[in-house]
């Protein structure tokens, strides 16, 4: 089956909310009046960011599901997206289930796919998103304030948790490893939450390289600084909050550097508590209060007795061996 | 060097056009009032789209080149693109040259990098790229009629006059090899040429996978069919047309199925030749009329007698070994 063929059974849609999807040299978005585009990009690589047993169905989901997140923390609402896919070889059943994946997703938040190229090559999926956000009522990371609280939503390490069942250096329940393996195959974009926070938050960055690096992100942009008590991590990490005993500073690396989360971490000023937890339950997403944003810059972790400690958790760095994502 | 300083490094230039652009979970577009966002994609893969000898210069103009030209088929005014990048290890000689042809021809269409991702992997490179174009007036494959003039910008042949002379199949004159080189690495986008075709052409498509084949996608989505002399072809190759004596067949294949042209293929009612005369003098960017368009479905190639002849071209495809692209 040649490169026509391929797209026309298996990607090629009508567009229903956009002007013009898959066929010709472009697509066409026409976002609302008064209404901005958000567009993001993720490029995933086979041994890199997925094992090369993974179920197609999941891999379809992910790849869309990491590009929803980034629309998800900038309170953008999903429109469309592009797929890029390098294949070595055209394997109709990988390709069905990659699709019907992808579409179950992409269904869900009524995003179209406009567009795309394939190609021989080394498997890659480049997915790039685009969603529709109020004019200036975009989240950034820039906006974080001395004073504000720091959130999270869901919970985190569960993902890195299944990894390390995966490589076999932690031992899991059956039932355990299946939900933590949901966690890393499936992540659901925090969309609605996101949504919801426009307004109320005043910064917000998804978690795809750990909480700890991607929080350094928001805590640069914004020129300030937090503090967190490593004392969080247990009721953080699904698996430990209902009853998993793991060693604890595993738990903390899992939850502050684990990576492949997919949870929103947002700021938002103390006297809008209320409207958080108001966001979170119209979102049907549960949402933890973990810290406070400070003026001094840098991440700062606590132990039991408030003291700052040194914990060697490094964001995580697709260029680097990275014992999070490098799952080949 | 890990991803952050890299991205900082080189691909980080603050926006002007945009509200926002490299550094936050998403960049935002803001199309002008009455604007749709023309968006094209697509991925090169070394070995298959480009040589891995290339300098990265070209390779950094190509990848940007062949997006553009998707805007200019669609008569869009380019605005952003989005840039993702795998790589198998940090060259910063080759990040600097490939960034440095990246942002001259972005900077020639005031097209400004808004986000993106690396990622350690094969050599792979996805570009996303946006224009806007009026609402209702974008050029698409679909609206080719019977009487309508068949149109190519520019020269035909020459990047696969190139590629055959990397691959020995052809002996060139240094100069002409030079000039059919630069051709192949430093394709020039039709971006002037397809706006002013904008209300002049009534179907448009850019020249990737060689004329034949494109032009059969313009054919089968407007419904319609064509005739073009082969007769056409030595003219239409730019190392012919100054002189070079190459097998007649060769030529006639280079030209109407070579590959990587990046022209423009379009059609325009007869009653618009003065236009389309105009619209690629106020583009700079030559015209050939090289046919009609018919009512009897497919694309008809003729001989010195007007009689349709069998030709075994086939429309370049990425999942089959090409002698157009497959050139590691």
């Not at 049907?284 to 007795?305: H, K, Q, S, Y």
């Amino acid at each position: 089956m040649g490169e026509f063929d391929l797209i026309a059974r298996y990607f090629e849609r009508p567009v229903r909310r956009n002007p013009l999807g898959v066929g010709d040299d472009c697509a066409l978005l026409q976002p609302a009046p008064g209404m901005q585009l958000a567009v993001s990009t993720d490029l995933l690589v086979e041994g890199r960011h997925f094992l090369s047993t993974v179920d197609p169905r999941r891999l379809g989901h992910k790849a869309l599901a990491v590009n929803l997140s980034d629309l998800a923390a900038c309170g953008a609402q999903p429109l469309a997206f592009t797929l890029s896919l390098a294949l070595p070889r055209v394997d109709e059943a990988w390709l069905a289930g990659f699709a019907e994946g992808l579409f179950a997703l992409a269904d869900v938040h009524a995003c179209e796919l406009v567009g795309g190229d394939t190609t021989g090559g080394p498997l890659a999926i480049n997915i790039t998103v685009f969603g529709e956000v109020p004019a200036g009522q975009a989240l950034l990371r820039s906006g974080a304030r001395a004073g504000d609280d720091v959130w999270v939503s869901g919970t985190l390490g569960d993902a890195r948790l299944a990894l390390e069942a995966f490589r076999g250096t932690v031992s899991l329940p059956q039932e355990v490893f299946e939900a933590a393996r949901r966690r890393l195959e499936l992540p659901q974009p925090r969309v609605a939450l996101g949504c919801a926070l426009r307004g109320v938050a005043s910064a917000a960055i998804d978690l795809s390289d750990g909480l700890a690096g991607d929080l350094g992100h928001v805590l640069r942009r914004s020129g300030v600084g937090a503090s967190l008590p490593l004392a969080l991590a247990p009721q953080l990490l699904a698996a430990t909050a209902a009853g998993l005993q793991l060693d604890a500073q595993r738990v903390e690396e899992f939850v502050f550097a684990g990576g492949d989360d997919y949870e929103l971490a947002f700021t938002a000023p103390a006297s809008r508590r209320e409207a958080v937890l108001d966001a979170a339950r119209s979102a049907g997403t549960p949402v933890t209060r973990i810290g406070g944003i400070e003026a001094a810059p840098g991440l700062r972790l606590l132990d039991a007795r408030g003291q700052a400690v040194v914990r060697k958790f490094a964001g995580f760095d697709h260029f680097r061996t990275s014992p999070a994502h490098d799952a080949g």
